[in-house]
T-cell receptor, first 114, second 120 residues
Framework: NAGVTQTPKFQVLKTGQSMTLQCAQD?????MYWYRQDPGMGLRLIYYSASEGTTDKGEVPNGYNVSRLNKREFSLRLESAAPSQTSVYFC?????????????FGSGTQLSVL | GQSLEQPSEVTAVEGAIVQINCTYQ??????LSWYQQHDGGAPTFLSY????GLEETGRFSSFLSRSDSYGYLLLQELQMKDSASYFCAVDDYKLSFGAGIKAAGNKLTFGGGTRVLVKP
């Protein structure tokens, strides 16, 4: 049981390049999330998907797009990377509408934009 | 919007007790969570409080007072492995509609984290 799997683990981009971060979960969770974490700070929600077929903006969506490909997979795309997007990105999943909301996180992607 | 305040750093010795406070201001509130994150690792769930009172899970306990918009995480019998960052997070419940499906997702807003350093 792998839980939440993110790829790649590390990536270096030049300003203006594009890339897609992949995330997959094998826990049959309905909800999936993308967070970013800057050094010494908490996690900020970029986008989330409450269920297959829906996506919504979080706190910091500008410069990103997402696709909920199916129930298992939720990808994050940077169309034109900027240095301000240098961060660690975490994907997470959870059960739908639980009263005890528990997020399971992937191991993260460390992204540097030069 | 949402805002959460927690101390940036706490230092304690092995075997001691540490309390990490979290105060929040939110437009909606369904619960307060706590997550632990070791350096270079992913956040992992510790506890969740939806109702007022104390929840105990082994050496860790979490408390919530909804009327005071306040909670805390209590770490007892500190061990070296407890050196990590601890984040409080507010649960913001939101309904989302799409493709004819009524679904719900809970968005968590995280505090800035408290770095706990445990010394021998």
């Amino acid at each position: 049981n792998a839980g939440v799997t993110q790829t790649p683990k590390f990536q270096v981009l030049k300003t203006g390049q594009s890339m897609t971060l992949q995330c997959a979960q094998d826990m049959n969770h309905n909800s999936m999330y993308w967070y970013r974490q800057d050094p010494g700070m908490g996690l900020r929600l970029i986008y989330y998907s409450a269920s297959e077929g829906t996506t919504d903006k979080g706190e910091v969506p500008n410069g990103y797009n997402v696709s909920r490909l199916n129930k298992r997979e939720f990808s994050l795309r940077l169309e034109s990377a900027a240095p301000s997007q240098t961060s660690v990105y975490f994907c997470a999943s959870s059960e739908v509408a639980g009263t005890n909301e528990k997020l399971f996180f992937g191991s993260g992607t460390q992204l540097s934009v030069l | 919007g949402q805002s959460l305040e927690q101390p940036s750093e706490v230092t304690a010795v092995e075997g001691a007790i540490v309390q990490i406070n979290c105060t929040y201001q939110t437009s909606g509130f369904y619960g307060l969570s706590w997550y632990q994150q070791h350096d270079g690792g992913a956040p992992t769930f510790l506890s969740y409080n939806a109702l007022d009172g104390l929840e105990e899970t082994g050496r860790f306990s979490s408390f919530l007072s909804r009327s005071d918009s306040y909670g805390y995480l209590l770490l007892q019998e500190l061990q070296m492995k407890d050196s990590a960052s601890y984040f409080c997070a507010v649960d913001d419940y939101k309904l989302s509609f799409g493709a004819g499906i009524k679904a719900a997702g809970n968005k968590l807003t995280f505090g800035g984290g408290t770095r706990v350093l445990v010394k021998p």
